[in-house]
Structure formats: structure tokens, C-alpha cells
């Protein structure tokens, strides 16, 4: 019995604006597909990715330590597919490409129509770009963020969190 490509999401995406989205897909013989997105459904689209193949008792461990029932949202795969494709398009339309790796990540909604997905989705915050940096941003990409926003948005068009400077 073939089993329906899933998703797993944060309940509280939306909210703040980042989390992590897994699309599976089941294989014969007991494995798993799996796409993993880090996604900033506020600005940035796709900031990570990565596919992997488990067998099913090495996903189940695997979900369990990495993401300890933070993922509790479970949803079609064509939801997942709408919902990753729109965060890409909504960066892009921004200026900004999604993560190198997205591509091999989304290997996994091959054959899933995102079209099949009622669903609407409203990337941003309250109508306008929220960048909020990452850790591991340096200085220098997030200028450069904030200038491309500023550029395509204009000087009120966007909001932003970013780290205090810390001085001299």
C-alpha cells in the first residue's frame, strides 16, 4: 500500500517566522525520502536545505532527537510543496535566491502538485518584509540585506531585527 507524501511543520510558523519543514515521501522496502527546509517565510525564503534517505526506523530516531515534538503540524505533500515553493518565490521576488542545497532538497516533491493545496499563504509580517538575522550572519551579508530590501521596498518598506553592535 502506497503511502501519501507528508509534511511536517511547526505549529507556530507564521508567528515567528522561521522553522523548520520536512516533506517525506515513502520508498519501498521501508525507506523514506526526506527534504528539510529551513524557512523564513518573513523574508528570506529557503535559508537551508538538505534531502537524505532513511530506512524507517532511522527517520523515526532521527525526528525524534532533532526536532523532539517541535514539528507537530502534519500535512499533505502538496501542502508542503505550496508552502516551500511560495517562501522561494516570495524571497526572489525580494532579490534573494534560496540556500544552494535547495534544489537537492526538493527532490523529494517530485510528482507532488502544489496545485492540489487550497491553502493560502502570506509570506512577510504584516504586509512587509521582517528580516530578522540568523547567528551566523556576518555584518557584511546583513548589510547587504538591508540594502537589497531598502532598494526594492524603499526605506520604509521593510522591518528588520538585527544584533546591537557591540563597539569599538
Known sequence: MDRLPQTFSPPDLFETGMGVVIIIRHKSGGRIEAGVFLLDVYCLGVKNAF???????????????????????????????????????YARNLGFAPHRDY?????????????????????????????????????????LILKALERKCGPKGSNFLIPMPTGE
Open 51 to 89: 534531502f537524505n534517505q532513511f530506512h524507517e526506523s532511522e527517520f523515526d530516531a532521527f525526528f525524534e532527537k532533532m526536532y523532539d515534538g517541535r514539528l507537530t503540524i502534519e500535512n499533505s505533500g502538496a501542502w508542503g510543496r505550496k508552502l516551500v515553493e511560495g517562501a522561494v518565490a
Open 103 to 143: 534544489k537537492l532538497g526538493a527532490r523529494v516533491m517530485g510528482g507532488i502538485s502544489a496545485k492540489e493545496c487550497e491553502d493560502t499563504f502570506t509570506y512577510g509580517s504584516e504586509g512587509k518584509p521582517f528580516f530578522i538575522s540568523g547567528p551566523n550572519e556576518s555584518d557584511a551579508r546583513i548589510q
